[in-house]
């Protein structure tokens, strides 16, 4: 199967997700997650009708957002203050951000291009070592922060789930969701550029345990551009009877 179909197909199985648990389909961006492959594949999801793509090194960001300026490209990736004005100049939204000094070299870089920079916090629901991001406690301070940044605007939160098993991940995601909907009363409601409407979680293993929890991007990489992920890989993490 291509990636058009392999598009077309996870598409289609979000949309029956979405509906099993009452949502509406086009309230969830399906985000290919280009990393791994280069520009003639990135062609081939936009002809299925994919016009968003993450990916999460800068390098990648700036050459395939020359090639194809056209798409909406999403910065996924680990933030390092250098490059911090090429993932500006070239990510409509920025998931993956929760250092002050980031965020405040995001709203400097962003004046100077003359554009509001859209974000999301990444937030370590599960508290694992291994993972990047504010600890939940942590996050009112950094947007109460953000809430004074002029040419930033915090549209919600990010989080990774830790993998493999689904109880763990639909724990994570329940969590992020319950923290959204908290500080969205608490914090957000006193700045007008934190709106947490976005809530970006779920990957190709654990996209389904994120749907009924409000994910409004699901970012995924193989289950669109790797071949060899099938449900072998779901089995193997325990997933296909969940
Ligand atoms: C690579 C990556 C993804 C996609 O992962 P898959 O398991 O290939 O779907 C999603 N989010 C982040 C932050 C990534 O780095």
């Keep these: 199967m291509g990636i058009a179909q392999r598009y077309l197909r996870l598409r289609a199985e979000l949309d029956e997700e979405c509906r099993a648990c009452g949502r509406d389909p086009r309230e969830v961006l399906l985000l290919p ?39 909406r490209w999403h910065f996924i990736g680990n933030v390092q203050s250098r490059r ?23 709203d400097a870089v962003a004046a100077e291009l003359g554009k509001v920079q859209d974000v999301l916090l990444e937030v370590n629901v599960s508290g694992e070592e291994s993972k990047s991001g504010l600890s939940p406690q942590d996050v009112a301070d950094v947007l ?62 654990d996209w389904r345990e994120a749907v009924p929890f409000g994910a409004t991007i699901v970012r995924i990489g193989r289950a669109v551009f790797d071949d060899s992920f099938e449900h072998d890989d779901l089995e193997a993490a325990g997933r296909a009877s969940a």
């Excluded at 492959?37 to 990916?55: N, S």
């Excluded at 990510?91 to 002050?100: K, R």
């Excluded at 809430?147 to 329940?174: I, N």
Aim: charged share 25%.
């Design 33 to 71: 997650v280009s990393k791994t492959v280069g520009v003639p594949e990135v062609r081939q999801a936009m002809e299925a009708g994919a016009f968003d793509f993450g990916e999460n090194r800068p390098d990648c960001i700036v050459e395939k957002g020359e090639a194809l300026p056209q798409v």
């Design 84 to 106: 911090i004005r090429d993932i500006v100049s070239h990510a409509c939204l920025v998931h993956s951000l929760y250092e002050e000094k980031h965020l405040a070299k995001v």
């Design 144 to 205: 109460a922060f953000c809430g004074g940044l002029a040419q930033v605007r915090v549209r919600g939160l990010m989080t990774m789930a830790p993998q493999g098993d689904a109880e763990t991940a639909r724990e994570t995601f329940a969590g992020l969701s319950a923290l959204r909907d908290r500080l969205q009363r608490e914090v957000a409601s006193e700045f007008p550029n934190c709106q947490l409407n976005e809530l970006s979680m779920g990957m190709s293993e």
